[in-house]
T-cell receptor, first 112, second 114 residues
Framework: QQQVKQSPQSLIVQKGGISIINCAYE??????FPWYQQFPGKGPALLIA?????SEKKEGRFTISFNKSAKQFSLHIRDSQPGDSATYFC???????????FGKGTLLTVNP | DVKVTQSSRYLVKRTGEKVFLECVQD?????MFWYRQDPGLGLRLIYF?????MKEKGDIPEGYSVSREKKERFSLILESASTNQTSMYLC????WGTGDYGYTFGSGTRLTVV
């Protein structure tokens, strides 16, 4: 049973465009939803995270939108840059440092 | 910065060998995790530990065991390596009560079993 479903599997965006990655979850006990960014040859690194008491969180060009009733959350990257090219993982857990369940990842390519 | 160090970047082992993957973190984190990463499957949790000498199974523990004798070190053991255990293995650590800092991952060990 896949508890966190992520789409699309891959995404190509032009420089300056908006990248949108979506995730849906099944377990209503989840209360922490982070996004991780992974560059080739590196481990994933925490990018931004949200809790279900807010519907949106922004950090620079990165925004998480959260829809509790639909059990969905998404990552928006505004003004996408070639340096944003990486694999992005959504995840969910009960508590910020409890075990994370990850989506399958999205390979983002931003063309110059 | 928290640093999570995995002892090997690349390993090649033979089928049936006992394999040890080592992970060390330097920030006194209570929690440590082992994931494997495969294309199209994302990150899947193998084992995790919340304290010294304790361990809990993740989603795919079959064929693996772990050891945590010291707080900073968490070892993943493949009792008898098989080709389907060829993968990227990622270690991570975290601490209770540090807000949204979440996990810190190591750079991974790419294991090939031949």
């Amino acid at each position: 049973q896949q508890q966190v479903k992520q789409s699309p599997q891959s995404l190509i965006v032009q420089k300056g465009g908006i990248s949108i990655i979506n995730c849906a979850y099944e377990n209503t006990a989840f209360d922490y939803f982070p996004w991780y960014q992974q560059f080739p040859g590196k481990g994933p690194a925490l990018l931004i995270a949200i809790r279900p008491d807010v519907s949106e969180k922004k950090e620079g060009r990165f925004t998480i939108s959260f829809n509790k009733s639909a059990k969905q959350f998404s990552l928006h990257i505004r003004d996408s840059q070639p340096g944003d090219s990486a694999t992005y993982f959504c995840a969910a857990s009960t508590g910020s440092n409890y075990k994370l369940t990850f989506g399958k990842g999205t390979l983002l390519t931003v063309n110059p | 910065d928290v640093k999570v160090t995995q002892s090997s970047r690349y390993l090649v082992k033979r089928t049936g060998e006992k394999v040890f993957l080592e992970c060390v973190q330097d920030m006194d984190h209570e929690n440590m995790f082992w994931y494997r990463q495969d294309p199209g499957l994302g990150l899947r949790l193998i084992y995790f530990s919340y304290d010294v000498k304790m361990k809990e199974k993740g989603d795919i523990p079959e064929g693996y065991s772990v050891s945590r004798e010291k707080k900073e070190r968490f070892s993943l053991i493949l009792e008898s390596a098989s080709t389907n255990q060829t993968s990227m293995y990622l270690c991570a650590s975290s601490s209770w009560g540090t807000g949204d800092y979440g996990y810190t991952f190591g750079s991974g060990t790419r294991l090939t079993v031949v």
